[in-house]
């Protein structure tokens, strides 16, 4: 299960080096909801494991940031009582305002003016009209 959230990253850790085939490095995001005029405040903490420790470098705390993660849990029994774990982990982590693909910006493109998808053409014309070789012609 792949989920979402977008908050503000107000704790970078640095990587942890648990054994020799495993690293992790855990950050905090701050996630605001308001529901009926009161503002709830949480604070997800989550993890990035092996080659993906590095993904947050590249944001400050302060960011507003968008984590893809998945939910992984454990059971394990210690001295004959079971105890559960749960992690939060994120695989993927971004601007709030990058849209996919690196277009910027969150909105839909405008397929009737086509200077959002086409800067180069912007003068061609009112629409887009690609070359034979680019056309697809699947039936579906």
Do not use: H
Not at 51 to 67: A, P
Not at 108 to 123: E, L, M
Request: with cysteine; proline share 4%.
């Amino acid at each position: 299960m792949s989920l979402e959230v977008t908050g503000k990253l107000v704790v970078k850790y640095d990587t942890q080096q648990v054994n020799d085939r495993f690293k992790k490095r855990e950050f905090v995001i701050e996630i605001a909801e308001e529901i009926n005029g009161n503002v709830y405040t949480n604070y997800a903490k989550m993890q990035l494991v092996q080659n993906k420790c590095e993904i947050v470098d590249r944001y400050n705390v302060g960011d507003t940031v968008k984590v893809s993660f998945n939910i992984k849990g454990n059971k394990w029994e210690k001295d004959g009582k079971v105890n559960y774990i749960t992690n939060l982990d994120a695989w993927r982590v971004e601007a709030a305002n990058a849209a996919p693909g690196g277009m910027g910006g969150n909105t839909a493109p405008s397929y009737g003016n086509n200077t959002n998808q086409y800067p180069a053409q912007a003068n061609a014309g009112s629409y887009y009209n690609p070359s034979p070789e680019n056309v697809d012609d699947l039936p579906f």
